[in-house]
T-cell receptor, first 111, second 115 residues
Framework: RKEVEQDPGPFNVPEGATVAFNCTYS??????FFWYRQDCRKEPKLLMS???SGNEDGRFTAQLNRASQYISLLIRDSKLSDSATYLC????????????FGTGTRLTIIP | DADVTQTPRNRITKTGKRIMLECSQT?????MYWYRQDPGLGLRLIYYSFDVKDINKGEISDGYSVSRQAQAKFSLSLESAIPNQTALYFC??????????????FGEGSRLTVL
């Protein structure tokens, strides 16, 4: 299994719909997980952190399944502005220098 | 103004040329990083620095060198550029003490094309 694996998409979703995508990871010792958002030709920015079973922030919910070693990101009531690439990030050890970035899932919200 | 500034933002050069990408930050962070991003690959760490006297190789340091001139400045050099170094390069920072917060603050990126 790759260290971090994501479905590249693209996911084309109508505005207002709910969309979810997963990220699988290989290091069972990883304790924390992160979702970054990257707009086209822009820098990645931290969207959410996941330290236990999950985290919710407004329309965004991140869930962690340790047994199956995946994290998911769910976006409810999707907006046009949610169109971006979502990067899954998993630390291989303590320290930001040990972060492994997934290749990203591209999401396009259709009017 | 961006907190993490990269120059140049775009550069086209020829094989064998020396290239320097510069990064400066106003966030006051001690830790700085250089990543490259290629289509179909995740961001990969080239070098990182925890303070002015600390330089560490990342996953893909071959063909690159760095210099930490000050707390706020971290530059990446390609001594003799080759076409497979064509990529989008990002500088990033994080504060000391946040050992595993996962929050990196990225610059806007430098797109390098080596012909």
């Amino acid at each position: 299994r790759k260290e971090v694996e994501q479905d590249p998409g693209p996911f084309n979703v109508p505005e207002g719909a709910t969309v979810a995508f997963n990220c699988t990871y290989s290091n069972s010792a990883s304790q924390s997980f992160f979702w970054y958002r990257q707009d086209c030709r822009k820098e990645p920015k931290l969207l959410m952190s996941v330290y236990s079973s999950g985290n919710e922030d407004g329309r965004f919910t991140a869930q962690l399944n340790r047994a199956s070693q995946y994290i998911s990101l769910l976006i409810r009531d999707s907006k046009l502005s949610d169109s971006a690439t979502y990067l899954c990030v998993v630390p291989q050890d303590f320290g930001n220098e040990k972060l492994t970035f997934g290749t990203g899932t591209r999401l396009t919200i259709i009017p | 103004d961006a907190d993490v500034t990269q120059t140049p933002r775009n550069r086209i050069t020829k094989t064998g040329k020396r290239i320097m990408l510069e990064c400066s930050q106003t966030k006051g962070h001690d830790r700085m990083y250089w990543y490259r991003q290629d289509p179909g690959l995740g961001l990969r760490l080239i070098y990182y620095s925890f303070d002015v006297k600390d330089i560490n190789k990342g996953e893909i340091s071959d063909g690159y060198s760095v210099s930490r001139q000050a707390q706020a400045k971290f530059s990446l050099s390609l001594e003799s550029a080759i076409p497979n170094q064509t990529a989008l390069y990002f500088c990033a920072t994080s504060p000391l003490g946040e050992t595993n917060t996962g929050e990196l603050f990225f610059g806007e990126g430098s797109r390098l094309t080596v012909l």
